[in-house]
């Protein structure tokens, strides 16, 4: 390996020398923020002060957020080692359990917000970096011991492809319409207290609990509800309390947030007025598609409305238009006999961004764009043909971002085969820079000692140019490699 990295010589810049001088005087630009979109590939350039004073003001209602005057992170994790020792003397977890949900950081999670470009006025949505906290790694235990409980339901969608297939076989009546149905900021409107009772007697009929953890139902309760009610974040250096919902960031929100939405919709429907009766009812998180009685999509959200009693899970709806309706990523069209196709949608803030060609990634990544690209087309599209219409806009798309045809003859002739499980014993995985030419040998390297390995890009414009998060200091950085000098000479190691 150091022969490797000794021989390997250094890799041609792909950016001009113009370039070069406009990336150094947008770093030094401190009046603006460059924001990815809150959806789509859209890149946003806002005046600093105005997203702040934005920030600010949605901070300030204290029906959701509460300002500290002091940091409680020291006083949570004193908390948390006091369960989490527990549950080591009881044997519920082992001593390597207990290392890997300690939390040896103590990083405050971090508010940033996204723009919504896609939604008039451009509200900010708020989203939290969960990493580093003290209770990071628990909440994705918690998540794991979860999961398997969501989507035991015949109207859980699990993507486009599980819609395409739910769908192909609906034929629509006459009197019959598509509406579709969108919760208004799940995450920070879900009922804790009511979602902890949900997910109690989920647990309890889960048969197959102790099969995932040695914990008793009381047990993940307990620190569910210590990771749910402890909920915290800084902004510009102010620590604030949130107090409703679950925490946009954290690994176990969105599956609490899914199981109170399999009861609320199990509540909805079976509940509705005969005359507002959804025929079809699908939902993908927050987002629902139905078939309703013509004219019947106001009663039907005034109903659902009034199932959640905190009063904040709310409803919005929008009805079909010239007889199509956009859900996740495609456009459900009816057809005149009553049966529908299914095209691709874009929105449209939809940038027809993608990798770039030239960029500095391994090839397999950018052939893996192709890929996934057309694989959708292969999944959502339902007749033979509106396939080539799409094929035609993916290439149009992606030829623009540099890809030559070679690439679409390279993945149309070498398409994956389906992975068997693997026999082979592994040591492990390292995840690598990628650097042209030194990665591919690494990796040779690795393979031979039966240690797999996955490149990541360096540097990109994205980590050169986005920081809408507090900066941390860099004692505070955690996962890193430290500089530790040696004794006898003043090079560090």
Same mark, same amino acid.
């Given at each position: 390996?150091?022969?490797?990295?000794?021989?390997?010589?250094?890799?041609?810049?792909?950016?001009?020398?113009?370039?070069?001088?406009?990336?150094?005087?947008?770093?030094?630009?401190?009046?603006?923020?460059?924001?990815?979109?809150?959806?789509?590939?859209?890149?946003?350039?806002?005046?600093?002060?105005?997203?702040?004073?934005?920030?600010?003001?949605?901070?300030?209602?204290?029906?959701?957020?509460?300002?500290?005057?002091?940091?409680?992170?020291?006083?949570?994790?004193?908390?948390?080692?006091?369960?989490?020792?527990?549950?080591?003397?009881?044997?519920?977890?082992?001593?390597?359990? @207990?290392?890997?949900?300690?939390?040896?950081?103590?990083?405050?999670?971090?508010?940033?917000?996204?723009?919504?470009?896609?939604?008039?006025?451009?509200?900010?949505?708020?989203?939290?970096?969960?990493?580093?906290?003290?209770?990071?790694?628990?909440?994705?235990?918690?998540?794991?011991?979860?999961?398997?409980?969501?989507?035991?339901?015949?109207?859980?969608?699990?993507?486009?492809?599980?819609?395409?297939?739910?769908?192909?076989?609906?034929?629509?009546?006459?009197?019959?319409?598509?509406?579709?149905?969108?919760?208004?900021?799940?995450?920070?409107?879900?009922?804790?207290?009511?979602?902890?009772?949900?997910?109690?007697?989920?647990?309890?009929?889960?048969?197959?609990?102790?099969?995932?953890?040695?914990?008793?139902?009381?047990?993940?309760?307990?620190?569910?509800?210590?990771?749910?009610?402890?909920?915290?974040?800084?902004?510009?250096?102010?620590?604030?309390?949130?107090?409703?919902?679950?925490?946009?960031?954290?690994?176990?929100?969105?599956?609490?947030?899914?199981? @109170?939405?399999?009861?609320?919709?199990?509540?909805?429907?079976?509940?509705?007025?005969?005359?507002?009766?959804?025929?079809?009812?699908?939902? @993908?998180?927050?987002?629902?598609?139905?078939?309703?009685?013509?004219?019947?999509?106001?009663?039907?959200?005034?109903?659902?409305?009034?199932?959640?009693?905190?009063?904040?899970?709310?409803?919005?709806?929008?009805?079909?238009?010239?007889?199509?309706?956009?859900?996740?990523?495609?456009?459900?069209?009816?057809?005149?006999?009553?049966?529908?196709?299914?095209?691709?949608?874009?929105?449209?803030?939809?940038?027809?961004?993608?990798?770039?060609?030239?960029?500095?990634?391994?090839?397999?990544?950018?052939?893996?764009?192709?890929?996934?690209?057309?694989?959708?087309?292969?999944?959502?599209?339902?007749?033979?043909?509106?396939?080539?219409?799409?094929?035609?806009?993916?290439?149009?798309?992606?030829?623009?971002?540099?890809?030559?045809?070679?690439?679409?003859?390279?993945?149309?002739?070498?398409?994956?085969?389906?992975?068997?499980?693997?026999?082979?014993?592994?040591?492990?995985?390292?995840?690598?820079?990628?650097?042209?030419?030194?990665?591919?040998?690494?990796?040779?390297?690795?393979?031979?000692?039966?240690?797999?390995?996955?490149?990541?890009?360096?540097?990109?414009?994205?980590?050169?140019?986005?920081?809408?998060?507090?900066?941390?200091?860099?004692?505070?950085?955690?996962?890193?490699?430290?500089?530790?000098?040696?004794?006898?000479?003043?090079?560090?190691?």
């Amino acid at each position: 390996m150091v022969g490797v990295l000794k021989s390997t010589n250094n890799t041609k810049s792909n950016l001009s020398k113009d370039e070069k001088i406009a990336l150094k005087d947008l770093r030094k630009e401190d009046t603006i923020l460059i924001l990815p979109a809150d959806k789509g590939k859209s890149t946003v350039v806002l005046d600093k002060k105005d997203y702040e004073e934005k920030v600010n003001i949605m901070l300030n209602d204290d029906k959701t957020n509460e300002k500290l005057k002091n940091d409680p992170t020291a006083r949570y994790k004193k908390k948390l080692v006091s369960l989490l020792t527990r549950f080591k003397k009881e044997e519920k977890i082992t001593v390597k359990e @207990y290392w890997k949900l300690y939390p040896t950081v103590e990083n405050n999670p971090r508010m940033y917000c996204t723009p919504k470009i896609h939604t008039s006025g451009n509200p900010l949505r708020p989203l939290v970096d969960y990493c580093g906290s003290i209770m990071y790694e628990t909440s994705k235990e918690l998540a794991r011991i979860l999961s398997p409980l969501v989507g035991q339901s015949q109207h859980h969608v699990i993507n486009s492809k599980d819609l395409a297939e739910d769908l192909v076989e609906i034929m629509i009546d006459e009197g019959e319409e598509f509406i579709s149905h969108d919760v208004v900021s799940l995450f920070t409107n879900t009922p804790i207290s009511e979602s902890l009772e949900i997910i109690r007697h989920r647990l309890t009929e889960d048969a197959s609990l102790n099969e995932r953890t040695k914990l008793t139902v009381d047990d993940v309760m307990e620190i569910l509800a210590f990771a749910l009610t402890t909920t915290y974040f800084s902004f510009r250096g102010q620590v604030y309390q949130q107090k409703f919902g679950t925490e946009v960031g954290s690994p176990v929100s969105p599956i609490v947030a899914n199981l @109170y939405m399999e009861w609320l919709e199990k509540e909805a429907i079976a509940t509705a007025p005969v005359n507002c009766q959804p025929r079809l009812w699908k939902r @993908y998180v927050d987002d629902v598609l139905e078939i309703v009685n013509k004219g019947s999509a106001e009663q039907l959200t005034s109903h659902i409305n009034k199932i959640d009693k905190t009063g904040n899970i709310k409803f919005t709806y929008e009805k079909e238009e010239n007889q199509q309706i956009a859900f996740l990523d495609t456009l459900i069209v009816k057809k005149p006999d009553g049966s529908i196709k299914l095209l691709v949608y874009r929105k449209r803030t939809h940038t027809d961004q993608y990798l770039h060609f030239q960029s500095h990634h391994p090839l397999q990544h950018k052939l893996s764009v192709i890929r996934t690209i057309m694989d959708r087309k292969d999944k959502v599209i339902t007749e033979e043909e509106d396939k080539p219409i799409e094929e035609s806009k993916i290439k149009e798309a992606l030829k623009l971002c540099g890809y030559p045809e070679w690439a679409f003859k390279d993945v149309d002739k070498k398409k994956p085969p389906k992975k068997e499980p693997s026999q082979s014993v592994t040591r492990g995985m390292v995840v690598l820079p990628y650097k042209e030419g030194l990665s591919q040998r690494a990796r040779r390297i690795f393979n031979k000692h039966g240690i797999q390995t996955s490149f990541k890009p360096h540097q990109t414009l994205r980590n050169i140019l986005v920081h809408p998060m507090d900066k941390r200091d860099s004692l505070q950085t955690a996962e890193c490699v430290y500089e530790i000098p040696c004794r006898n000479c003043e090079k560090p190691t």
